[in-house]
């Protein structure tokens, strides 16, 4: 079965902060993919990342990085610089490929973290 | 490039109604899914298409629920009667394959009274 558990349900920060949204993840599958989601007030859920588990690299694109760490099932979002228009809920995810790689399509989310971002 | 487009945005409904939503997915994906997301909750899914077969509707409770994606584009998920706990946001999103990252529309939010 495949879980992802967000355990920050609120953070809030001052603009400028740096912030980090944590995401663990279980899974039995060898091969699948991980996600960041975001949903603004406005309520549709924005791509922002897929990363596939055997790639272990970290990345950076603009203010946003993520750090993907087998070894402790992690998959951390981190917002540099943080600014009120980033105030959303992050949702990680988590898809699990199945036996030779039949299963994709399933999308598993976490609960959500709500990120509040004060001027 | 239009994004997958989702209506009607809102529904009130009293309960034992019928009630439909309808989306229209990002041309050229393949691959269609209807999520139901309760309040401060994530996404879970309900059905996937793949073209016009239904691969995984595990999740749908198939005594109220249906739904169809008739000629592989568009599809309608509906709900009959509908209860009280059936009040939630409905997302529908599309893929090109199963694997690739799933792009989500407005969803519909629902109320049962």
């Known amino acids: 079965a495949q879980k992802v558990t967000q355990a920050q349900t609120e953070i809030s920060v001052v603009e400028k902060e740096d912030v980090t949204l944590d995401c663990v993840y279980e899974?039995?599958?060898?091969?699948?993919?991980l996600f960041w989601y975001k949903q603004p007030p406005s309520g549709e859920l924005v791509f922002l990342i897929r990363r596939n588990s055997f790639d272990e690299q970290n990345e950076i694109s603009g203010r946003y990085s993520w750090n993907f760490q087998k070894s402790t099932s992690s998959f951390n979002f981190t917002i540099t610089a943080s600014q009120v228009v980033d105030s959303a809920v992050y949702f990680c995810?988590?898809?699990?490929?199945?036996?030779?790689?039949?299963?994709?399509?399933?999308?598993?989310f976490g609960q959500g973290t709500i990120l509040t971002v004060h001027p | 490039e239009a994004g997958v487009v989702q209506s009607p945005r809102y529904k009130i409904i009293e309960k034992k109604q019928p009630v439909a939503f309808w989306c229209n997915p990002i041309?050229?994906?393949?691959?269609l899914y209807w999520y139901l997301q309760n309040l401060g909750q994530g996404p879970e899914l309900l059905i996937r298409y793949e073209n016009e077969e239904a691969v995984d509707d595990s999740q749908l409770p198939k005594d109220r629920f249906s739904a169809e994606r008739l000629k592989g584009v568009d599809s309608t998920l509906k709900i009959q009667p509908a209860e009280l706990g059936d009040s939630a946001v409905y997302l529908c999103a599309s893929s090109v394959r199963g694997r690739d990252e799933q792009f989500f529309g407005p969803g519909t939010r629902l109320t049962v009274l």
């Open positions: 899974t039995r599958d060898t091969t699948y993919y």
């Open positions: 995810a988590l898809m699990g490929a199945g036996a030779g790689g039949t299963s994709y399509g399933k999308l598993t």
């Open positions: 041309s050229g994906h393949n691959t």
